[in-house]
């Protein structure tokens, strides 16, 4: 097929070349942003009298003509015409003659792929705040329904203080709000109209790139045209923040992992979203959820990716930039799954409300409620810490619990210990006792789950 660009050539591409340049095996995925940019320019273009308003009706006839023929998949792509923007081009041209080779005038490859990248992307990004919203209200309706469930709250992996389950819960949507605002705030970057800043200078023809960005609902026009073909910056926010989603994602997944273990034993997950042996007929594995772990390497691999490929670039265009959308698709599709899987799987845990009381009963985790105690009858906290140090120390020789010591034995470590401190150091005071704005009691949770609702789901 002809290239092009065959004028300057006296010889044809090599076909290893070809093999080796074609980008059609991953960016047909374009196909659609790719004729709605099209139909856009388009119109732009005879409305400013550039080719006529027959021409311009034309062009757009055969692109939703080619566009019907992709969609039910009766379309074939050539990898010699190297890329979904001249696969297209072709076949309109092969449709409607010499006037399908007007739609190319004041554009070049290099902003017409950036403009199909960011519609793609807006598309995406736009996607992901919803299923985001939605693994907020699943996390949300999980910790209505435990604001009375009481676990281990762990630092260190080991157990610190009793809270809420809800207020665990709670944690996890804080997260996903964050990352929901992030990709949020990525959009007014991404919703940048590239289109017509041609190759890298601009264009002689007097195109109307307002028009344009209007018709495709972007939010501005770029300014500098040089960068607007070289700017890779929206999709490195996009994978950047798709990479802080994911890690947020593995902290969730490595907690079902362990949870979910006979060590821990606070929940069971269900057999829809675990897997089992191939060898031991007992095992039940946490499969998605280790997946989910692994996935996170994958996205912050193609983050790391593309600020490599981008770092040291010259202005403006240089086909390096083709090895962009590998990594922003294999990212967009991790990122859409797992969350669809987490929205379904979550709702379908079923919490050891036993186990959990028992392990935020045991060990010494209302040890702070004693060095508390001890500050509100006036001792500095230092020295609070230390006597309940002490307590602590004297329990483990002994073999004792709190509950097992005397109050002559705490007045031992300080007369400021009177008889209500056995009722301090029980796990639902401890919890409930945790007022402060953002705390673990009762009181706090419900008000912080009522104003998440108020702020974030609506």
């Known amino acids: 097929?002809?290239?092009?660009?065959?004028?300057?050539?006296?010889?044809?591409?090599?076909?290893?070349?070809?093999?080796?340049?074609?980008?059609?095996?991953?960016?047909?995925?374009?196909?659609?942003y790719d004729i709605e940019g099209s139909i856009a320019h388009a119109k732009m273009l005879g409305k400013q009298g550039i080719i006529s308003q027959k021409e311009s009706d034309e062009i757009v006839k055969g692109l939703q003509e080619i566009y019907a023929e992709i969609e039910s998949g009766r379309f074939v792509f050539s990898e010699e015409l190297e890329d979904i923007h001249m696969n297209i081009e072709s076949a309109l041209i092969s449709r409607i003659g010499e006037t399908g080779g007007k739609l190319h005038t004041a554009r070049s490859r290099n902003d017409q792929v950036a403009l199909d990248l960011r519609l793609y992307l807006r598309d995406e990004t736009t996607g992901a705040i919803g299923l985001l919203t939605e693994l907020e209200e699943a996390l949300t309706v999980l910790a209505e329904k435990n604001t009375d469930v009481f676990m281990p709250g762990y630092t260190h992996l080991q157990r610190a203080q009793p809270v809420l389950l809800a207020h665990h819960l709670m944690a996890y949507a804080q997260m996903f709000e964050r990352d929901r605002q992030r990709f949020r705030d990525c959009l007014k970057r991404i919703t940048v109209l590239p289109l017509?800043?041609?190759?890298?200078?601009?264009?002689?023809?007097?195109?109307?790139?307002?028009?344009?960005?209007?018709?495709?609902g972007f939010e501005s026009v770029s300014e500098n045209s040089m960068d607007s073909v070289s700017d890779r910056d929206f999709a490195i926010e996009f994978l950047s923040s798709a990479a802080v989603f994911m890690m947020h994602i593995s902290r969730l997944a490595e907690e079902l992992v362990l949870w979910s273990s006979e060590e821990f034993s606070l929940i069971e997950l269900s057999d829809a979203f675990t897997t089992g042996s191939s060898l031991m007929p007992q095992k039940k594995n946490p499969d998605v959820a280790e997946l989910m772990r692994g996935k996170t390497g994958r996205v912050y691999g193609n983050l790391m990716g593309l600020l490599t490929t981008m770092k040291g670039l010259p202005l403006a265009y240089n086909r390096d930039m083709q090895e962009d959308k590998a990594p922003v698709f294999d990212t967009a599709d991790t990122i859409r799954l797992t969350l669809n899987v987490l929205i379904q799987m979550l709702p379908r845990v079923k919490f050891n409300v036993v186990r959990m009381r028992e392990t935020a009963d045991a060990a010494f985790s209302t040890a702070t409620d004693i060095a508390e105690y001890l500050v509100k009858k006036g001792i500095p906290f230092r020295t609070a810490h230390e006597i309940t140090g002490k307590?602590?120390?004297?329990?483990?020789?002994?073999?004792?619990?709190?509950?097992?010591?005397?109050?002559?034995?705490?007045?031992?470590?300080?007369?400021?210990?009177?008889?209500?401190?056995?009722?301090?150091?029980?796990?639902t005071e401890s919890v409930k006792a945790k007022k402060s704005y953002g705390g673990t009691s009762p009181e706090a949770v419900k008000r912080q789950i009522k104003d998440f609702r108020e702020k974030h789901m609506k």
């Open 391 to 427: 307590i602590v120390r004297h329990c483990i020789d002994k073999g004792k619990t709190f509950f097992d010591l005397s109050l002559k034995e705490y007045k031992a470590f300080s007369k400021a210990l009177e008889k209500d401190i056995f009722t301090a150091i029980k796990t």
């Open 196 to 216: 017509g800043s041609c190759a890298l200078a601009g264009t002689t023809l007097p195109i109307d790139r307002h028009y344009v960005a209007k018709l495709l």
């Open 1 to 32: 097929m002809k290239k092009p660009w065959s004028g300057r050539f006296s010889e044809k591409t090599s076909k290893v070349v070809e093999r080796y340049t074609e980008s059609i095996s991953f960016d047909h995925r374009l196909w659609r």
